[in-house]
């Protein structure tokens, strides 16, 4: 395999599709609902779900369907960063699948180093383990650190990490690290308390708009009946 295998350029746009952006927000917005609910009452109660995790957790039910076949591949004890056991785990995977289900197409998630050696196989064996072959993605971890430090180059400069230091949601050096996602767990944590925070925000925002705009209609039709 060649040291600086050449990539294929891809065709067409990416684009995103309308459910799911749509979808995803208006299942985020429940949880910012009920944080804008439990920040009314003066005393939470004991089974009040604050965090992300935990109303999602609450809002959970017993699912219904079948339970997924899954199979555990026996261990290898050689060195997993190498093109030749990269290649022999993409074998041993679409015979698995192919003897569960002949018809789907492999879906393989690997970590980011393993992942740009899966994606060189895929180049320079297309016509066995093309694309049309193998779908080879990056696994949820760095799926979930990509998207974060996508955002942490947004809001670089925006005094973002500046106001959480200053609300005492984590120290200045932490803070900084959220730009680059360097601690998954803390930054998907700050996010989703700056997510909480500017709806919250909002709502006053507009709760405060609305009684003004009412103040000044009175206003005015007082003035009109005199």
Known sequence: MESEPFAPQTGGRIKSHPFVSVHGYERERDWLENIKEL???????????????????????????EPAIISLLPLFVENAHSPAMILHAMNAIRSAVKHVNPVQVPVIAFDQPLFALAKQ??????????EDHLVVMFGALHVEMAAFQALGKWLTGSGWTKVLSNAGVATPGASDS???????TKTRRAHQITAAA??????????????????DDDEVMTIAIE
């Open 121 to 130: 196989i895929q180049w320079e064996l297309a016509n066995t383990h093309g």
């Open 198 to 215: 500017l709806h919250l925000l909002q709502h006053q925002a507009y709760s405060k708009f609305t009684e003004k705009s009412t103040d």
């Open 178 to 184: 959220f730009l680059v996602a360097s601690h998954l």
């Open 39 to 65: 920040f009314c009452k003066e005393e939470l109660a004991k089974d009040d779900a604050v965090s992300w995790a935990a109303y999602r957790a609450s809002q959970v039910s017993v699912s219904s369907h």
